[in-house]
Nanobody, 122 residues
Framework: QVQLVESGGGLVQPGGSLSLSCAASGSIRRVNDMGWYRQAPGKQRELVATITSGGSTNYRDSVKGRFTISRDNAANTVYLQMNSLKPEDTAVYYC????????????????WGQGTQVTVSS
């Protein structure tokens, strides 16, 4: 009953910028934490950044100062602005959201987007 639709991503040269967005839709009563994860070939999925509904953020050390996560609570949308991109940022980026649905039980569910490819290469 909840869909996460991602947009953005693509190919960029080292040092360049990209922006990702992810909109949550469906039978949503409330969206709690949202975030971005990534998975490079042959590696495990890893946390990139998260943001609470109140705007508190958390980043993995390797992206601090380069990436910025933000959200629009009214639109149930989370964004990831990625600057000074490096080849090691190359991965499939996944949107993540924790929601409470409009019907009982009013518990939190976790959802994932389909993933969007980010490639940093010259």
């Amino acid at each position: 009953q909840v869909q996460l639709v991602e947009s953005g991503g693509g190919l960029v040269q080292p040092g360049g910028s990209l922006s990702l967005s992810c909109a949550a839709s469906g039978s949503i009563r409330r969206v709690n934490d949202m975030g971005w994860y990534r998975q490079a070939p042959g590696k495990q999925r890893e946390l990139v950044a998260t943001i609470t509904s109140g705007g508190s953020t958390n980043y993995r050390d390797s992206v601090k100062g380069r990436f910025t996560i933000s959200r629009d609570n009214a639109a149930n949308t989370v964004y990831l602005q990625m600057n000074s991109l490096k080849p090691e940022d190359t991965a499939v980026y996944y949107c993540n959201a924790h929601t409470v649905l409009v019907f009982p039980p009013f518990v939190e569910y976790e959802h994932w987007g389909q993933g969007t490819q980010v490639t940093v290469s010259s």
